[in-house]
């Protein structure tokens, strides 16, 4: 069974920055992508962005320039290095991944990033 586990939200002035962490845990086998969406009160859960286990990456058009996703293979985690934070950027911040081999999806808890002053 894959868990995420994730880390690093919080209460940030705008134009901080803040970092997300997630590790994976469990058997992950063959082609993957890991990645951030977030949800805003009231509104859809959305994109943020995207690595893939060939180091593809995917960005909202919302955060490309601001924000960055990496990877740490031998740790199965993956970050998301959040700079220059709007008052938009505030959500619930979830980790996702998807196993392309059993097509299966999993979810993070989610982490609350608030941007504010």
């Known amino acids: 069974q894959v868990q995420l586990v994730e880390s690093g939200g919080g209460l940030v002035q705008p134009g901080g920055s803040l970092r997300l962490s997630c590790a994976a845990s469990?058997?992950?086998?063959?082609?993957?992508?890991m990645g951030w969406y977030r949800q805003a009160p009231g509104k859809q859960r959305e994109l943020v962005a995207t690595i893939t286990s060939s180091r593809s990456t995917n960005y909202a058009d919302a955060v490309k320039g601001r924000f960055t996703i990496s990877r740490d293979t031998a740790k199965n985690t993956v970050l998301l290095q959040m700079n220059s934070l709007k008052p938009e950027d505030t959500a619930v911040y979830y980790c996702?991944?998807?196993?392309?081999?059993?097509?299966?999806?999993?979810w993070g808890q989610g982490t609350q990033v608030t941007v504010s002053s």
């Open positions: 996702y991944l998807y196993v392309s081999l059993t097509r299966a999806d999993y």
């Open positions: 469990g058997s992950i086998f063959g082609i993957w992508s």
